[in-house]
């Protein structure tokens, strides 16, 4: 669905940092493919530029990003480059930055969000009928249809995460990209986070890229994985060979610096995905 062909990124006018440096991955469809490695290593950049989000200053240096969709009405494909991707977003792909809780307007109703994001043919149907679907989707994943009466201020941190979730897979893109969407949260809101978001993959059949610094979530719920280190991919493959066998020195001590982890997918073992 995605090619990500030999892409070096920049920040500002000329010159400096390479964030991602000739990085080559693909984004298959119905997969969950992680992306790992420490803070700075380039993820969220990656998502950027994969999203074809270009206003924190970020610039595709060399190398391509390719994106194949089909449209859902016409059944037409589309083919673009991340920098064109914008009258794709939401419909085809869609986005949970990271840090994304601020991402939420204080002053205006959960209801109101989901509506204003949508695409003009979602929107058909009134209002009355919008809001059903709406609560309906929102049901589907715990969110009761009070919540979407509140204002985000109202609502736990875990709360607004998962309402951010809800909101970025209620259209059905075919891509969800989710930067860090459990980092700050507690365990066990962690948790039903990760489960709502295999549920949706699950359930759309869609790709999701997840971004963690936390090898233990790609252990628990990624497909492939992908290991970045200083802007470059130094490891890639499916999770469970990268896991039994880590190439990289830098994998090898990641994994070598996480709790024990038992035979079992954690979240396997917690029954939901049976
Ligand atoms: P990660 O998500 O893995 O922590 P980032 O993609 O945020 O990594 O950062 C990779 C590199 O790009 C870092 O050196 C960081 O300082 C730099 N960087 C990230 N965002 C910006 C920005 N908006 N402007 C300038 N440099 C940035
Ligand atoms: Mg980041």
Redesign the pocket.
Same mark, same amino acid.
């Given at each position: 669905m995605i090619t990500v062909d030999n892409v070096t990124v920049g920040?500002?006018t000329a010159g400096f940092?390479k964030?991602v440096d000739q990085v080559s991955l693909t984004i298959n469809d119905n997969e969950i493919l992680g992306i790992a %490695?420490e803070?700075?290593?380039?993820?969220? @950049? $990656?998502m950027r530029a994969v999203y074809g989000d270009f206003s @924190?200053? $970020?610039r595709i240096l060399s190398g391509t990003v390719t994106g194949r969709f089909v449209d859902a009405t016409s059944g037409q494909v589309i083919e673009a480059q991340s920098k064109n991707f914008a009258p794709l977003w939401w419909d085809q792909l869609s986005y949970i930055p990271?840090g994304s809780m601020s991402v939420l307007n204080p002053l205006m109703k959960i209801e109101q969000q989901v509506v204003d994001g949508l695409p003009a043919r979602e929107r058909k149907g009134g209002s009355h009928a919008l809001r059903q679907r709406i609560a309906g989707f929102f049901s589907g994943f715990g969110l009761e249809e009070t919540v979407l009466d509140a204002y985000p201020h109202q609502l736990s941190g875990g709360m607004r995460q998962r309402v951010l979730v809800a909101i970025a897979a209620f259209v059905n893109p075919r891509l969800i990209l989710a930067d860090e969407p459990t980092t700050a949260l507690d365990v066990v809101v962690q948790k039903k986070i990760l489960l709502m978001m295999v549920e949706i993959q699950r359930r759309q059949r869609n790709s999701l890229v997840l971004v963690s610094h936390d090898l233990g979530v790609h252990y628990q719920i990624t497909d492939r994985l992908v290991i970045?280190y200083r %802007?470059q991919i130094v490891e890639q493959g499916p999770t469970a060979e990268i896991f039994a066998n880590p190439q990289h020195d830098y994998t090898k001590n990641l994994i070598a610096s996480l709790p024990r982890l038992h035979g079992k997918r954690a979240v396997e073992s917690m029954g939901v995905l049976a």
């Amino acid at each position: 669905m995605i090619t990500v062909d030999n892409v070096t990124v920049g920040y500002g006018t000329a010159g400096f940092i390479k964030a991602v440096d000739q990085v080559s991955l693909t984004i298959n469809d119905n997969e969950i493919l992680g992306i790992a %490695g420490e803070s700075g290593s380039g993820k969220s @950049t $990656l998502m950027r530029a994969v999203y074809g989000d270009f206003s @924190t200053g $970020l610039r595709i240096l060399s190398g391509t990003v390719t994106g194949r969709f089909v449209d859902a009405t016409s059944g037409q494909v589309i083919e673009a480059q991340s920098k064109n991707f914008a009258p794709l977003w939401w419909d085809q792909l869609s986005y949970i930055p990271q840090g994304s809780m601020s991402v939420l307007n204080p002053l205006m109703k959960i209801e109101q969000q989901v509506v204003d994001g949508l695409p003009a043919r979602e929107r058909k149907g009134g209002s009355h009928a919008l809001r059903q679907r709406i609560a309906g989707f929102f049901s589907g994943f715990g969110l009761e249809e009070t919540v979407l009466d509140a204002y985000p201020h109202q609502l736990s941190g875990g709360m607004r995460q998962r309402v951010l979730v809800a909101i970025a897979a209620f259209v059905n893109p075919r891509l969800i990209l989710a930067d860090e969407p459990t980092t700050a949260l507690d365990v066990v809101v962690q948790k039903k986070i990760l489960l709502m978001m295999v549920e949706i993959q699950r359930r759309q059949r869609n790709s999701l890229v997840l971004v963690s610094h936390d090898l233990g979530v790609h252990y628990q719920i990624t497909d492939r994985l992908v290991i970045m280190y200083r %802007g470059q991919i130094v490891e890639q493959g499916p999770t469970a060979e990268i896991f039994a066998n880590p190439q990289h020195d830098y994998t090898k001590n990641l994994i070598a610096s996480l709790p024990r982890l038992h035979g079992k997918r954690a979240v396997e073992s917690m029954g939901v995905l049976a």
